[in-house]
């Protein structure tokens, strides 16, 4: 049974930092692409950051430079560090594991940021 545990959300001021861990289970870890995507309330989901099985990183515009995606294949987990949060970065977020025959996502977690 495949699983996607996300943890690390949470309630933040502006400006500051969160991690988010993604623990997957039941699948060969090192050769899935993953990804953190998220979800405002009343907008669709989005890709946030993704990290390729061969390490390759990829980020949307908005987080550019404040946030990084990182793997661990030893521990089956892939990170989110996001740095100088922003209200507009509030939402569910989710882990995503993918190759060409499969897609798998995660419960998400919620970041909420306010002041």
């Known amino acids: 049974q495949v699983q996607l545990v996300e943890s690390g959300g949470d309630l933040v001021q502006p400006g500051g930092s969160l991690r988010l861990s993604c623990a997957a289970s039941?699948?060969?870890?090192?050769?899935?692409?993953m990804g953190w995507y998220r979800q405002a309330p009343g907008k669709p989901r989005e890709l946030v950051a993704t990290?390729?099985?061969?390490?390759?990183?990829n980020f949307a515009d908005s987080v550019k430079g404040r946030f990084t995606i990182s793997k661990d294949n030893a521990k089956n987990t892939v990170y989110l560090q996001m740095n100088s949060l922003k209200p507009e970065d509030t939402a569910v977020y989710y882990c995503?594991?993918?190759?060409?025959?499969?897609?798998?996502w995660g419960q998400g977690t919620q970041v909420t940021v306010s002041s």
């Open positions: 995503n594991a993918h190759n060409m025959w499969f897609n798998y």
């Open positions: 039941g699948i060969i870890f090192s050769v899935y692409n």
């Open positions: 990290v390729t099985s061969g390490g390759q990183t």
